[in-house]
């Protein structure tokens, strides 16, 4: 295994006390599939306390003893070390009640996930694979272990990590495990809103994101209800080859991999339904989604405990994304009021949304790449785009009388002016404009 090497010492430790120790979970599925390896988890039959005595000399932080979890820092990279485990009952869908520890490294595999999970790897690169994962893998599958009905009733998150791995790794969910999650899916309602966010966000990161949430879409709407009124909803529209819902997933999957602009892409149309009208030739308009999209957005990202500058930035995307650009200084003004970051993100939003239409809107594209360059252009050449790139700033304003409110509102009246090419970004020619503009 490639990646032994950088936790070898520590396995190597463990069986020189006499005891089992192996890497486990993700970072033996991930290995396996050569993908990059985030999370390095190690599993033993040493007890807690023996863990700690053989790692002593380095610094040990009994992070989980109740769950048998030891975290071991070595080269100042955490490690999880945990004991072998049979976990309880499950009465929250959510933690074991109790967890008793084995000495059977195929008990402990047995409490796991998925099969794809429930592989370990010793030091020398041994595979222990009691439940089939490696052949689940080579197939593309993602199959619960043992019993998919009782793996959901114990941790029901994992009803959308089954949905968030097909999307990640491009695998299909087994009969079984696909028809429990979606019996199941109701018991999602009880599971903490941050942890369905963060399966959500990995999710839509996936690279078979669309695919995934056009088959498990009754599972995602468990989450996000207002998906519903999208589920064919037709656009009626010579623009739209698909329903509004089939069009918001591929536009996810157009998007580069930056979760706003994915975030963003994932609501920007969730209020068209409500705003769709027909006009006398039968066809379909929507005036007015991107706004209310941008504030059902919002509700649904407080409501999932999204941070609050995710929430700022992907909402200023969804309010924008109809706009039309026509003009170097409507690029100036956006970049003034949207920062550069959001500009540019709100452009490869515009171009995820072209993706996911009929094709001839793809020439559109074109003019978004030219307004990329034109922003980067502004910005390189140190254009007045911000107010604090004003040759006057707020105490000037204030020496001409100016209060409170007025400053603020004084200044940004300049700096528009600036920016559309009416006023010189000169200290005396504003502080002239600035004493008409304060009348």
Known sequence: ????????????????????????????????LGRPINDFDITTNALPEQIMTVFEELKVAPTGL????????????????????????????RRPDSVSFTSSLEEDLARRDF???????????????????????????????????K??????????????????????????????????????????????????VRMVMGENFAETALKYRD???????????????????????????????????????????????????????????LDENGVGHFKGHAEVSARAAENIMRRLRWDNDTVSDVCTIIERHSDKIVSEKQIKRMISKMGEE??????????????????FVLEEN???????????????????????????NGNDIISLGAQGRQVGECLRTLLDLVIDGELPNEREALLSRAREVLR
């Open 1 to 32: 295994m490639e990646n032994v090497n950088e936790y070898a010492y520590l396995l190597n430790k463990l069986e020189a006390a006499g005891f089992e120790a192996y890497i486990v979970g993700g970072c033996v599925r991930d290995s396996l």
């Open 66 to 93: 109740k769950h048998g979890t030891v975290t071991v820092i070595y080269n100042d990279i955490p490690y999880e070390v945990t004991t072998f485990r049979i976990d309880g009952s499950y009465s929250d869908s």
């Open 115 to 149: 099969t794809v999970n429930a592989m370990a790897m010793d030091v020398r690169g041994a595979l222990h694979d009691p439940f089939g994962g490696r052949g689940d893998l080579s197939a593309h599958i993602i199959r619960c272990v043992g019993d998919p009905e």
């Open 151 to 200: 793996r959901f009733r114990e941790d029901a998150l994992r009803i959308l990590r089954a949905v968030r791995f097909a999307a990640t790794l491009g695998f299909d969910i087994d009969e079984r495990t696909s028809a429990a999650a979606r019996e199941l899916r109701g018991l999602l309602d009880i599971i903490s809103r941050e942890r369905c966010r963060d399966e959500l």
């Open 219 to 277: 599972i995602i709407a468990q989450v996000i209800p207002e998906f519903c009124a999208c589920f064919d909803f037709e656009q009626r529209s010579c623009y739209h080859k698909f329903n509004v819902y089939e069009h918001i997933v591929r536009a996810v999957q157009a998007a580069p991999q930056d979760t706003t602009v994915r975030t963003a892409m994932l609501f920007h149309d969730i209020c068209k339904p409500q705003m769709f009208t």
């Open 342 to 359: 959001n500009f540019f993100r709100l452009l490869e939003a515009k171009k995820a949304d072209n993706c996911a239409k009929n094709e």
């Open 366 to 392: 074109k003019w978004f790449d030219e307004c990329a360059e034109l922003g980067r252009h502004f910005i390189e050449e140190n254009a007045c785009l911000k107010l604090r790139d004003l040759a006057v």
